[in-house]
């Protein structure tokens, strides 16, 4: 073998051709790389964790999308029932008052009469109450119930009226009536 000669070397230096000015162009622009992380694993560490990043904040998102909606919507359904509560009450009302046939004001006008039912049935359409058969779905019941109590110049005529609808009691109403005896 051969000794190998003081001219010789055995790595050879890649930079010896270029210039100082070249090599630390070179040199900066590598430690740059390095620095920003495009040429390690580092780098593409950094940049799988963008992807990542984006479907974390996509999962967030849909997360209070799906919160907001379940809230508007509770809302819209709890502002339906109210409305239509209110609608129930506001029927209940009308029909213990003055529109069927054993309301207060049928009562008021003629307490004796022995003809009006107990129980009336009725339904709304097109915005007028008509009277429904019973086993109709959703109808308005308007009961009515008197009692007499007789006095000596007459007899007074109680009458307790309830409205109920699907079994919910809408709207009580208490009303009397006095019916004098006719002296000859």
Known sequence: MEKPSASMSYVEDPYESVEREEFEDRLSRSVNKRHLGEDSAAGRDQQAWHGSAFVLEAVILLFFISISLAIITNLFGTSHQTGQDAND????????????????????????????????????????????????????????????????????????????????????????????????
């Open 89 to 184: 009450l506001t029927h209940g009302l009308i029909l213990a008052t003055t529109e069927s046939v054993n309301g207060a004001e049928a009562f008021a006008a003629n307490p004796t009469d022995t003809q009006a039912p107990e129980v009336a049935y009725y339904q709304v359409d097109e915005g007028r109450f008509i009277q429904a058969p019973i086993y109709t779905s959703g109808v308005y019941v308007v009961r009515r119930t008197v009692t007499t109590e007789n006095t000596d110049a007459g007899t007074l005529y109680k009458a307790h009226i309830e409205v109920s609808r699907f079994d919910n009691k809408l709207y009580e109403l208490d009303t009397k009536a006095y019916v004098s005896e006719r002296r000859s």
